[in-house]
């Protein structure tokens, strides 16, 4: 892999950077998310107290910031999500062709090396969300932020 493993070195030091940024982003999603709900619980808290009537200054901006900040980090997170998805298929096929190259040539002691490979499985595991893995779980982030927003302002 003489020729091709510059280039794939090259990759998958920037799939581990995007691995990096995807779980931080992620991460980020989360915390955001939970805090977003913290707030909502509160202001429903609050709005249950009989002193609420007459001190109905709860503000809901925050829950709509916190909306906002959320899907605009999930965007952030697809856009690296699909970046590292075309690396990871380039460098896929590459160690696939070496593979399948080295077998014809009868050398079975020249295997993908295991930095690519862990580099591979780690980008698989943090291209997820946490907490709601799947294909959709950008999706379900995104209208759980809009439905606390909008629940924190029928509230309020």
Known sequence: MSGSSESVTRSIRELGRITQQLRIVGTAILVVTLINF???????????????????????????????????ALGIFETLRKRGNAIFQEVSDELQWHLGRTRDLDRPEERP?????????????ASELPLVPGRFSAAVYAALSLCIAVGSVVVR
Do not use: H, K
Request: glycine residues 2%.
């Open 38 to 72: 913290g707030i909502l619980l509160w202001i429903v808290a609050q709005a249950a107290r009989p002193a609420y009537a007459e001190a109905q200054n709860l503000n809901s901006l925050p829950n709509i910031i916190f909306a906002m900040a959320t899907i605009v």
């Open 113 to 125: 090396f295991l930095d690519a490979r862990v580099a591979l499985r780690t980008f698989s595991a």
